[in-house]
């Protein structure tokens, strides 16, 4: 199928209240200005390297989000512009960004990433680093970013069961976390098992894959 029927075949099965992330990884800036001209505005990226590459060739109203692990040393290329840090997995990473945040006077929207699968590949804060975490920006700590909701990667298996209990685990910290201050974006679900983690309660979801086909391009 083209880029197009691939796109429409997605969104006919997002729900109205389910933001789209199309993961542009390793995709041609020409592929991502296909998709932009369709009506997507939200891209995730993995890579600063690649994100610095495309951001300056690409339309200034994207919306950039880094979905891929994020070295402390890396914040400063792209926190004039980036939209969306969905990737925040530990203290340290996340007060580089309010440091970052601070020099550009903005604030940077961001997820806190919480490892929910049982791979070790994953990276991720523990439920309880997450709230510890939460509790400190309660408590007027970071005050150049501001924490939108959480992310989490389910395990690659076939196992539907375990895939929901992990996608629960998410969904009740973010229940819990939300009743001290009303979270927006629950980041769950990939090209594989996006309609599982929407089921779960995910209102936005990650596709790649799905939209862009198997990635073959020089």
Do not use: C
Request: a negative charge.
């Amino acid at each position: 199928m083209s880029l197009e029927q691939n796109y429409q075949n997605i969104l006919s099965q997002l729900p109205q209240n389910v933001k789209l992330v199309a993961v542009s990884k390793t995709n041609p800036a020409f592929k991502i200005k296909e998709l932009y001209d369709l009506g997507q505005k939200a891209f995730g990226e993995n890579k600063v390297q690649e994100l610095l590459e495309k951001q300056p060739v690409l339309p200034n109203d994207i919306e950039w989000h880094l979905i891929g692990h994020l070295q402390t040393n890396k914040v400063k290329y792209i926190a004039s512009f980036i939209s969306m840090i969905e990737s925040i997995d530990s203290e340290k990473l996340l007060k580089e960004v309010d440091k970052e945040a601070a020099k550009n006077n903005r604030k940077i929207n961001i997820l806190l990433q919480v490892k929910i699968a049982k791979e070790d590949t994953k990276f991720g804060l523990t439920t309880n680093e997450a709230k510890d975490i939460f509790s400190q920006y309660l408590a007027g700590n970071f005050p150049n970013v501001e924490i939108k909701g959480l992310m989490g990667m389910a395990s690659f298996v076939d196992d539907e069961t375990q895939i929901r209990e992990e996608f629960s685990i998410l969904k009740n910290l973010f229940d819990e976390l939300s009743q001290l201050k009303p979270l927006k974006t629950l980041s769950m679900g990939m090209s594989g098992d996006f309609p599982i983690a929407i089921e779960s309660g995910s209102n936005s979801v990650r596709v790649g894959s799905a939209i862009f086909g198997e990635r073959n391009y020089v």
